[in-house]
């Protein structure tokens, strides 16, 4: 009785292992990605280049924050890139007609935009039962369409665009880009909201098993909404950010961003059907797929490799993950049976 | 006894589309009672859990809670009221943890209404050692066996300190020390006045539980009324409304060739060295506990799991390891024991399903052909007693023991020399029950041999022409159809073998 005991501890202890695991996994491919080209090419490691490094991630890595959100639910976002994009140029266009605009207001005023967008995404897919892949599809084009129609081609530039912003997107605290810490505070907060909250909580059980989540009085349509919603909130947070890091905003800001988006969320771990993964596994997915793509530039490797370079490492991640849950599902498998005690 | 009932459902009618599921059924549970819920597979019973459970909204009739009319708005308000559901099917989430699953929506809260996972865990520990159990609150759910999952439920209905519990079928999965456990459970909630209402088709515990008991049959209310005076079979016939003749017919056969010859077979960790033979006109069913490697052994056999050692000889030729199209091709057919799950595309149609094996057959030049299918599924509905509307009615619609029936064609049609059938009448009415009992005996009649998995007694020791007993992984005992007592049978099962 004290084996299967025995046992039955060491089952969790891989489970928990292999959760820490994925996210190790990525760091460990980070480290085999930067080393060798560090070695190359030692100014690949310099702070100014990894600063870059980690600024052109960050943005990334706030829209695999919220994709995990809506990931673990058994959901899809498809709409980022184009909510980026609209709330990227609204914000712009609010700082330039009115110079005035106090620096949160005009990004709370780039969340707002987000957030609306997520309502309808989630309003649809929470009340309409229409699949989430087909509805943010739908509003991809939508949101983007909307952008076009507004922007009428037009650019707006950093000359239109109040200082206070633009340093937002090149300063630093301690030697760290702002954007960085906004990133790593937002994955600071929604991984403890996923992980100590209830209602965070209830978004896994809701991806894993949708009907026992029904049966267990868990409100469906409302956590979905929840999720939509603020996967819309922080992709209009990142429009805001795009804006202060680029100084230049036209209609096309963050088209096709979503693929990234997903990709890095599979990357770092987060069932693709729901239930299972963390945001900062989704972070570091997002740094990892960025890193290698400056990897190759550093490496001089032609660009015409970088995407199904990065494709590749999509689907070996993926290989990895199913191959973990197989001897995680093995480990749990031969444990059974510890209520016969 | 005149205690005012703490819930009750009053001339409740409920119909999905033209079925008629519930029509003016009254049920009232009392405090401090266990109260069985008995009827024929669709008869209603799932129907009438789902109102208490706030699934369904009933149509008219009401559901009162402490005689105050209720209006369920979802499961959330069922729960909130008090009224705990064990399902048959288990409910949990495979990601979470264990005490996840128990607690979740109602996790103990800490700082800053931060879930305090320790306590969360000492709680559930708690559960589990009221249970007798020994379950790690923190590994996940997924990978739990069913009778474990089952106990997951049940730690949860006792979670809530709910006032009305309903289990359906709990017992389906548990060996017969998890049951007794299980009753000691449901004896300490009666204790604290609460009302248990149980589910179940194996009558002795029905006896050896309750105190009352209401009988539905075609969604009608038959009965209701206290067990002291009543028999097994009185309850049978308010069941059925008819007289049973036989439980378990099977014809004497002479054994002829054999035709499943399983030798020394392991599967690591699983099972162990276990040889036997199957003859033609044989009925040999493999009895054991639950977690004893029956199911795992039917696997290897049909080739869903590969062996790690042994072969699987099927009329002197030995079967590839790990291929189902091999023992499909070699004439073997298997009913799984997790029909939903495994036996049928639920959302198929009747005639789909029936025809799935035999797809070859029914096409030409690879395509299927729609006439040929419909034929099939008729024949073989005509032939089973198949209840059913339209042939093109997607079979989760269907009761249970009509499923199984589906299940039974879609293999018969393939006219096996051998089949092997796990479980084939759990959670069947007792009519059907017969039903699936007579077939398999005419198919034994017809020569083919039939290996049978069982976990009731009754069935194993009627239907048998020789019992396989396995404990842990081993065949620990061969018994001759004059040989094989109840006694005998439990006390192998139990590994505990004279020799």
């Known amino acids: 009785m004290t084996a299967l005991a025995l046992r039955g501890t060491a089952a969790r202890r891989l489970s928990t292992r292999v959760g820490r695991v994925r996210e190790l996994g990525i760091v460990v491919a980070l480290a085999l990605v930067v080393i060798p080209t560090a070695i190359v090419n030692p100014r690949f490691v310099q702070p100014q280049s990894v600063r870059d490094l980690l600024l052109n991630a960050s943005i990334v890595a706030l829209l695999a924050v919220g994709q995990t959100l809506v990931v673990i639910t058994r959901n899809v976002d498809l709409s980022v890139g184009s909510v980026l994009g609209l709330s990227a140029f609204l914000t712009a266009q609010q700082f330039a007609n009115h110079p005035g ?76 880009p702002v954007l960085v810490l906004v990133t790593l505070a937002t994955v600071a907060v929604a991984a403890l909201y996923l992980r100590s909250y209830r209602s965070g909580r209830e978004l896994y059980a809701l991806g894993s098993n949708p009907e026992a989540a029904k049966l267990a009085g868990i409100p469906v349509a409302k956590r979905t909404l929840t999720a939509f919603v603020l996967s819309g909130l922080i992709a209009g947070l990142a429009g805001a950010l795009w804006v202060a890091r680029y100084g230049t905003v036209d209609a096309a800001a963050g088209s096709g961003l979503e693929l990234q988006v997903v990709a890095a969320v599979v990357v770092g771990g987060v069932a693709i059907f729901g239930g299972s993964g963390t945001v900062a596994g989704a972070a570091l997915g997002a740094l990892l797929l960025g890193t290698i793509t400056s990897c190759l530039v550093v490496l001089q490797i032609p660009a015409f490799w970088q995407q199904a370079i990065s494709g590749a490492l999509l689907l070996s991640a993926i290989t990895v993950d199913r191959l973990l849950a197989l001897r995680l599902a093995k480990a749990l498998r031969t444990t059974e049976g510890t209520s016969h005690a | ?377 008729q024949d073989w509905a005509v032939r089973l007693r198949l209840r059913f509307a339209r042939l093109s009615d997607p079979v989760g619609v269907l009761s249970g023991g009509n499923q199984q029936k589906v299940v039974l064609a879609k293999w018969l049609a393939r006219k096996p020399s051998v089949l092997i059938v796990d479980e084939p009448t759990r959670g069947i009415d007792v009519g059907t029950k017969a039903e699936v009992h007579r077939l398999l005996s005419e198919l034994a009649g017809q020569g083919v041999g039939v290996l049978m998995i069982s976990s009731e007694l009754p069935e194993v020791l009627g239907m048998a022409d020789r019992v396989l007993v396995m404990h842990e992984g081993r065949l620990v005992e061969e018994l001759a159809r004059a040989e094989a007592t109840e006694e005998r049978v439990a006390l192998a099962a139990a590994g505990q073998v004279a020799r």
Not at chain 1, 128 to 144: A, D, I, K, M
Not at chain 2, 230 to 252: C, I, N, W
Not at chain 2, 318 to 346: C, H, N, W
Request: aromatic share 6%.
């Open chain 1, 101 to 176: 605009t106090p620096l949160l207001a005009g990004i709370g005023f780039g969340i707002g935009i987000g957030l609306a967008c997520g309502l309808l995404n989630g309003l649809l897919v929470a009340l309409g039962n229409v699949p989430s892949l087909v509805v943010t599809l739908g509003t991809l084009y939508v949101f983007r369409g909307i952008d076009y129609a507004l922007a009428h081609g037009r650019q707006i530039n950093a000359a239109n665009l109040p200082d206070a912003l633009l340093d937002l997107g090149s300063s630093r605290v301690l030697g760290v």
């Open chain 2, 1 to 377: 006894m005149d205690r005012p009932p703490v819930v009750a459902l009053d001339e409740v009618s409920k119909s999905f589309g033209a079925v008629r599921a519930l029509s003016g059924v009254s049920l009232q549970l009392l405090p401090g009672e266990a109260h069985a819920l008995l009827g024929e597979n669709g008869a209603g019973k799932s129907t009438l859990i789902k109102t208490l459970a706030g699934v369904h909204r009933p149509d008219t009739g009401q559901v009162l809670l402490d005689g105050a009319p209720q209006r369920f708005s979802g499961p959330a308000d069922a729960l909130a009221a008090g009224i705990a559901i064990i399902y048959q099917e288990p409910t949990l989430f495979g990601d979470l943890s264990v005490a996840e699953n128990v607690f979740m929506g109602r996790q103990p809260l800490g700082f800053g209404r931060r879930i305090d996972v320790g306590e969360m865990h000492a709680r559930t520990s708690e559960l589990f050692s009221r249970l007798g159990v020994r379950l790690d609150p923190a590994r996940p759910a997924r990978g739990l066996s069913i009778a474990d999952q089952q106990l997951v439920e049940i730690a949860k209905a006792l979670s809530f300190d709910a006032r009305v519990i309903v289990m359906d079928e709990p017992t389906a999965a548990l060996s017969a020390h998890e049951v007794q456990r299980l009753f000691g459970v449901v004896q300490a909630l009666r204790a604290q006045d609460a009302a248990v209402l149980f589910v179940s088709h194996r009558l002795d515990e029905v006896f050896e539980l309750c105190q009352r008991a209401t009988v539905l049959r075609d969604g009608e209310f038959v009965w209701s009324g206290p067990l002291s005076g009543e028999t097994p079979d009185s309850l049978v016939r308010r069941m059925v409304g008819r007289e049973l003749s036989q439980l378990f017919p099977k014809q004497e056969t002479a054994a002829g060739e054999v035709l499943l010859s399983v030798q020394r077979l392991t599967r690591e960790g699983v099972f162990t060295d276990v040889s036997f033979d199957v003859r033609a006109g044989e009925i040999v069913a493999l009895s054991g506990l639950v977690g004893a490697g029956r199911s795992e052994v039917a696997r290897a056999v049909f080739g869903i799991d590969r062996p790690d050692g042994g072969a699987v000889v099927v009329r002197g030729r030995r079967l590839k390891y790990g291929s189902p199209t091999a023992a499909m091709a070699a004439g073997i057919g298997f009913v799984p024991e997790d029909r939903r799950q495994q036996g049928l595309v639920m959302d198929a149609s009747i005639e789909r399903n029936a025809a799935l094996a035999s797809l070859g057959r029914l096409s030409t030049f690879g395509l299927l052909r729609r006439r040929s299918e419909r034929a099939l599924a």
